[in-house]
């Protein structure tokens, strides 16, 4: 945890080569922190690669985005890397035949049209898929996302004109369309029209700046060119990386719904320099879980205790009382929402949550410890050293209960 805790310091500092070096040895691991590690470590080798960009060292941008994607895979944002990481996969097509009897409905949008035409090609029907795409238009006109589709079936057939054709009126008909100027950028790179596609990807990546396998082959399209004796200027985005698709959000969401366990090994990491960008990420996520599953009540104390990880005390009791309203006997939440009050300095309503929890079970010696020492801050000696004396009796070696009664006793 040493090696995770100082890389990740190194990494908000922009030490990014140091970094590498402690998060390298964090990454070994199988556990969230090695998880956390080898992401802080691809990120690390993303922004060198980016700062080698700038300077127009692009072999060097190219060695480090190749480590990038070796530790991020594709994309640099937190929540992505998480999703594919840890929550389970496995999305499939709906069948040919069921896309056929949808596009034929007159209501029919391009996206069902791109998906059968797709459907077609994977099965083997190249020449159904074109003609698919071909009456999509005819029925719909000139969409962009259209001629980006018959663009890439041509690419895929290296028929590089009628690609590059196609590729260029989508990326021309609507600007925001990050995989038009991406598949224009690799069209223009097989064609050794360097100068476009350098553009092109210098483009899409401006657009979707957290995918690490565009800035590699930015990288290389730039080196080819640089090599060629053009002279380029890549304009970047900052470091930070894109918004996470609501897809991702929604799939880790569901995991962290499921797997309290997930949440615990997040609570145990080390404090690190990155605390407010994890456990931001991992709050919104759980806002994300609650919105699907309010009525949980143990989502609403992990959420309460995430909140209390970033210092943000008064909304996490709100979230605990939350869970305890769901489940009044919930004895964890109970405590939970115990020792939050006692931050606050709210010793009366801490011992009202505490009574509760030993009502409902809670006969543990931590339990009796805090309800003797919130005694005790509340002036009341004799029901303090009742608490303390079945703290002792349950642990006869619990330290922190003793040192309690001879603060009494004092």
């Excluded at 690390?44 to 190749?66: I, K, M, V, Y």
């Excluded at 995918?211 to 470091?239: K, M, N, T």
Aim: one cysteine or more; hydrophobic letters at 45%; glycine letters at 8%.
């Amino acid at each position: 945890m040493d090696h995770y805790a100082q890389g990740a310091t190194l990494y908000r500092q922009g030490q990014y080569a140091q970094a590498v070096v402690e998060l390298s040895k964090a990454g070994a691991g199988g556990e969230l922190v090695g998880q956390l590690g080898r992401y802080y470590e691809g990120m690390s080798h993303r922004a060198l690669g980016l700062d080698a960009l700038r300077e127009g060292q692009f072999g060097e941008a190219e060695q480090r985005f190749r480590q990038a994607m070796a530790c991020l895979g594709t994309q640099a944002e937190l929540t992505s890397f998480l999703a594919s990481s840890l929550a389970q996969q496995g999305q499939h097509d709906l069948c040919v035949q069921e896309m056929e009897k949808l596009a034929r409905r007159p209501d029919a949008t391009v996206g069902v049209w791109r998906r059968l035409a797709q459907a077609q090609w994977r099965s083997g029907r190249a020449d159904e898929a074109f003609m698919t795409i071909q009456e999509a238009m005819r029925r719909l006109g000139p969409v962009p996302a259209l001629h980006l589709q018959i663009g890439m079936f041509y690419a895929a057939q290296e028929k590089m004109a009628p690609a590059r054709e196609h590729l260029t009126r989508a990326a021309e008909a609507d600007a925001s369309n990050a995989d038009a100027h991406y598949y224009l950028g690799l069209v223009a790179s097989a064609c050794q029209d360097l100068r476009l596609a350098t553009r092109s990807l210098q483009r899409a990546f401006s657009l979707r700046p957290g995918d690490v396998l565009l800035a590699y082959q930015l990288s290389l399209a730039a080196r080819a060119a640089s090599e060629r004796g053009f002279h380029l200027v890549v304009h970047l985005p900052d470091r930070t990386a894109a918004v996470p698709a609501a897809s991702q959000s929604q799939q880790l969401a569901q995991y962290v719904a499921g797997e309290t366990d997930f949440i615990e090994a997040f609570l145990a990491l080390p404090p690190s320099d990155v605390d407010e960008e994890l456990f931001e990420m991992l709050h919104g996520v759980m806002q994300v879980a609650l919105a699907q599953h309010g009525d949980y009540a143990d989502l609403h104390l992990n959420c309460s205790r995430v909140l209390g990880r970033l210092g943000r005390v008064e909304e996490a009791l709100q979230a605990g009382l939350r869970a305890t309203q769901i489940n009044p006997r919930y004895v964890k939440a109970l405590v939970h929402v115990a020792q939050l009050h006692v931050q606050l300095g709210q010793q009366s309503a801490a011992m009202v949550r505490l009574r509760e929890a030993i009502a409902a079970g809670a006969d543990y010696p931590d339990v009796h410890c805090l309800a003797g020492e919130v005694m005790r801050d509340l002036q009341r000696p004799e029901d303090a050293k009742r608490h303390l004396l079945r703290a002792l009796e349950l642990n006869a070696n619990f330290k922190r209960a003793a040192s309690a009664m001879e603060t009494l006793a004092a």
